[in-house]
């Protein structure tokens, strides 16, 4: 079928403008090599998605074998410093996992552990790993990249940094990478050309099917996107390709959005605005590529509280000395489960002392029964500790690690279930009525419950000041409520949550979407509960609206809070 590539020029560039920041993209065809694109040789920060190239030039010495897929590593205390992005920040040092694994975090959540730990074993497989990756990339044809760091220490950059020092790329290079690694899955000349081999393109392919956020096939019904994302101070990008029903490359996509305003006139954050954006264009791609349907996403939008309620009418919510609404009605956990969990581990961390630096393997079983989390990505042995289990659980709502916890209590005979049941009686609109067994979504419990009971779960993990609040504070691309809270970067205002159901859009379409959030204000700490019934549309834009109108200080207030923190040196992502 011909397809007038113009027209979805057209489109997109209609869709860019509406957005008060600069869109460098690129589009090409894999069928017809035309390509599309708007300053798309402009040179910007890169970020994460240097590590599309960082990850083919790495699958390069695995095919000429000076490296194994099975190489094992150690993550150190050491590799911590200064590291956003990623789940094994939070974990014990001394977890070994092999180089297959590393790279299946380095794409996955980004991890910048294990980005770092790829980087030595290219260095030690090529004596000096940034040459080794910009020589790759000059052979890929990327004239507009250049590899300058191993690991860019973006938390402490300000909002206008400059990128003289930092790894830089255009949407050009970046599209035209992966229209290569897509011609090379089928191409053994076009694969050999980039020191590859079919299989090693397929498996870089199958690297990036597993991001945790995605967001240029957050919407798409046909087809799939495997995309990696790049977060920088001022900026966010996505880079794809678009896989037809049958997984065949059908366009490759580098999408850039630069110089994004904190927050905009209205006061939503810019990057709430970006993420739309990206979601959107996903869609025209969809669309022009495989015939499918638009429907744009919703945008984001601030609210007085007073409007609550004929604003979010379909959501149950409630927010400590605010508004409740529909606060009463039951609903399933769908994401909340691990709140509970929570906090009767703490409680039987303080009767049996060891309990939290108990040793745990994530299993093959416990990884093919995992719906949820990055774990079940993984291939090879993994031992934790219960503490790194929860940090999974309440960080990346880690299906897997979830499993591995409550067989491990199972191990130790106790009774976790009618320890729950008797600590949450007198909630009396919440049941915890079983386990997960068969599989597992990173909720360990299975029941019911009511926005007004789990605010009053909320003030007790507020009055307790302990470790399920410490938990709640190391939330991995935290969505849900706080999907939209005011900052840039790594740099937003202090915040409590739990990993939500709310981006994942099919998943378990049977049950709603809960998430909770805790935020400082001028007296203290309070909660903020919502539920989303089945059907909502948009919950990632109603939650994030919600979350952000639930602030309770001005713009003003708001920068001087995070810069205050900032000097400070406490930063939260």
């Not at 240097?50 to 095919?63: D, E, T």
């Not at 990327?142 to 990128?163: A, N």
């Not at 049958?246 to 939503?268: C, H």
Request: hydrophobic share 40%; proline share 3%.
């Amino acid at each position: 079928m011909t397809r007038n590539i113009t027209a979805l020029h057209q489109r997109i560039q209609h869709l860019t403008e509406r957005y008060p920041f600069a869109v460098h993209w690129q589009v090409r065809d894999i069928a017809t090599g035309q390509t599309i694109g708007h300053e798309d040789r402009t040179v910007l920060g890169s970020f994460s998605t240097r590590k599309v190239s960082v990850l083919l030039a790495c699958l390069a010495l695995v095919r000429a074998g000076k490296l194994s897929l099975d190489d094992t590593f150690v993550i150190t205390e050491e590799l911590k410093d200064g590291v956003q992005a990623g789940i094994m920040r939070n974990l014990s040092p001394g977890i070994a996992l092999s180089l297959r694994d590393h790279l299946a975090q380095m794409m996955s959540t980004s991890d910048n552990m294990c980005t770092q730990l790829v980087f030595e074993a290219i260095e030690q497989a090529t004596g000096n790993a940034l040459q080794w990756i910009n020589d790759y990339c000059a052979q890929a044809g990327m004239f507009d990249t250049l590899h300058r760091e191993v690991f860019p220490r973006s938390g402490q950059l300000p909002w206008h940094h400059s990128i003289e020092s930092m790894t830089v790329t255009s949407a050009h290079d970046q599209a035209l990478l992966l229209e290569r690694l897509a011609h090379g899955v089928g191409n053994e000349d076009v694969a050999v050309g980039m020191g590859l081999t079919p299989d090693l393109c397929q498996l870089a392919i199958e690297f990036m099917s597993h991001i945790y956020t995605p967001l240029l096939g957050a919407r798409v019904d046909n087809g799939r996107f495997v995309e990696k994302n790049g977060r920088g101070i001022r900026g966010l990008s996505q880079v794809g390709l678009l896989l037809d029903d049958d997984d065949v490359p059908v366009a490759s996509v580098a999408v850039f959005a630069e110089s994004i305003p904190v927050a905009l006139f209205d006061d939503v954050p810019g990057r709430a605005r970006a993420i739309e954006l990206f979601v959107n264009f996903g869609q025209l791609i969809e669309e022009h590529f495989l015939d499918g349907t638009l429907a744009p996403m919703a945008e984001r939008h601030i609210i007085q509280p007073d409007f609550w309620e004929q604003e979010f009418g379909e959501l149950l919510y409630t927010a400590e000395n605010s508004r409740a609404v529909n606060a009463d009605i039951a609903f399933t956990f769908s994401g909340v489960g691990k709140v509970f969990f929570a906090v009767i581990l703490a409680e039987l961390a303080a009767e049996h002392h060891d309990l939290l630096d108990g040793a745990l393997d994530i299993t093959l079983e416990h990884r093919q029964r995992a719906e949820t989390g990055t774990l079940r990505h993984l291939t090879g042995p993994l031992r934790l500790s219960v503490n790194d289990a929860i940090q999974l659980i309440i960080g990346s709502g880690d299906g897997a690690a979830a499993l591995a916890v409550l067989e491990y209590l199972h191990g130790r005979k106790i009774d976790v279930l009618s320890r729950a049941q008797s600590c949450f009686a007198d909630l009396n609109n919440t049941e915890i009525t079983g386990l997960e067994e068969d599989t597992s979504a990173g909720e360990a419990f299975i029941g019911t419950t009511t926005a007004a009971d789990l605010l009053l779960v909320l003030r007790k993990i507020i009055d307790d000041d302990g470790l399920v609040k410490a938990w709640m504070s190391n939330v991995f691309e935290p969505g849900g409520l706080a999907c939209a809270l005011p900052g840039y970067g790594p740099h937003t205002i202090d915040h409590w949550t739990v990993s939500s159901w709310a981006h994942m859009i099919r998943y378990r379409p049977e049950h709603g979407r809960t998430s909770v959030l805790i935020l400082n204000g001028s007296n203290g700490h309070y909660g903020i509960v919502a539920h989303a019934p089945v059907g909502t549309e948009d919950v990632s834009a109603k939650f994030g609206s919600l979350g952000q109108s639930s602030v309770p200080c001005s713009k003003t207030a708001v920068r001087q809070d995070i810069e205050q923190r900032n000097a400070n040196g406490s930063i939260t992502v």
